[in-house]
């Protein structure tokens, strides 16, 4: 069985030891919606507080967080 890409939300996330729900609770959403987030099946939207408490709980600024919270796609050339 092929391991599934990690999400670099997924990642953020774990080297801060939070669960799903952890971060839900923080945003106020559900932990299906940061499920959904990591494996790239919806695209976040996020309320002005609610993107400020990401960048708190994860402890990252703007310019740290990825482009694209899903799977990360390796790229050839790329290490």
Request: no cysteine; glycine share 6%; hydrophobic share 40%.
């Amino acid at each position: 069985m092929a391991k599934r890409p990690l999400s670099a939300l997924k990642k953020l996330r774990v080297l801060q030891n939070l669960t799903q729900q952890d971060l839900a609770e923080a945003l106020g959403v559900t932990d299906d919606t940061v499920s959904n987030w990591e494996r790239g099946r919806a695209i976040p939207t996020m309320t002005v507080p609610q993107f400020k408490t990401l960048l708190r709980v994860l402890k990252v600024t703007p310019e740290e967080l990825p482009d694209d919270f899903g799977p990360i796609v390796d790229q050839p050339g790329r290490e």
